[in-house]
C-alpha cells in the first residue's frame, strides 16, 4: 500500500513515496541521454532544460510510473473530495495523465510563479536532485528527494527557486491529470494533443 501525507492543510499537497517502486537511476539515465539527443528546450515559464508536453506518447518508459501516478492522484482525490465535501461519485472518478514532460534543472535555473489551469491534478516526481532547489508553494517550500511524488491542484499556483548549486542536476517528471468520469470534457481537452505534437515534433 502506498501511504501518503497532506504537507498543508491550507493548500492541500500530497506527498507520495514511491522509491521503493520505482527504478529512478535507470529513469535518469534515460532522461540525461534524451536531453543530449534533444537540447532544444520550448519556451515556458520554465526556465530550465524540459522536453515537450507528450513525452508520454513519444515512448513507453514512463508506463510504469505514470501507472503509479494515476493511482495516487485517485488516492489524492478521494481525501480531497472526503474533506470538502464535493458532491461527485469519487469511487468511480479515476485520473488521466494528459500532459507530461521531463525537467532538467543545472545552477541558476528556475521556474516562474504559474499554475496548470485548467487541469484538475497535477504531479511532479523527482528522479534526481536530493536537497535541490526548493518547489515554493505560497510560502510554504518542498525540496526533491528521489522518489517522491507531489499531488497538487492544478489551479495552486508555484514556482521553482533558482538552483543555486549543481552537485547533482534536479530532474523530475512532471504531469497534469484529469478526471474521466466526463469523457467528453477529456475528449475536448485532448483535442490539443494533435496541435501540441506539430509544435513539439523536433523537441520530443
Not at 514556482?159 to 467528453?184: G, Q
Request: proline share 4%; charged share 25%.
Amino acid at each position: 500500500m502506498i501511504k501518503h501525507t497532506v504537507l498543508n492543510q491550507n493548500f492541500p499537497v500530497f506527498e507520495f513515496d514511491l522509491s521503493e517502486m520505482i527504478d529512478t537511476k535507470d529513469l535518469a539515465n534515460f532522461i540525461i541521454e534524451y536531453k543530449k539527443n534533444t537540447p532544444i528546450s520550448r519556451e515556458s515559464s520554465i526556465r530550465a532544460w524540459h522536453s515537450g508536453f507528450f513525452i508520454h506518447k513519444r515512448t513507453n518508459k514512463f508506463e510504469e510510473l505514470i501507472s503509479y501516478i494515476e493511482n495516487c492522484a485517485h488516492k489524492a482525490f478521494l481525501d480531497l473530495a472526503t474533506d470538502y465535501d464535493r458532491p461527485v461519485d469519487i469511487l468511480n472518478t479515476k485520473f488521466k495523465v494528459l500532459e507530461a514532460w521531463l525537467t532538467v534543472y543545472h545552477k541558476f535555473d528556475y521556474a516562474e510563479k504559474h499554475t496548470h489551469h485548467p487541469m484538475s491534478l497535477s504531479a511532479v516526481f523527482y528522479i534526481d536532485g536530493d536537497d535541490s532547489s526548493p518547489i515554493v508553494f505560497g510560502d510554504y517550500e518542498i525540496r526533491p528527494k528521489t522518489g517522491k511524488l507531489l499531488v497538487f491542484y492544478g489551479l495552486l499556483e508555484h514556482r521553482v527557486k533558482p538552483v543555486l548549486f549543481n552537485n547533482k542536476d534536479r530532474i523530475a517528471f512532471v504531469c497534469n491529470l484529469y478526471p474521466f468520469f466526463d469523457l467528453t470534457e477529456i475528449t475536448e481537452i485532448g483535442k490539443n494533443v494533435e496541435h501540441e505534437k506539430n509544435y513539439d515534433k523536433n523537441i520530443l
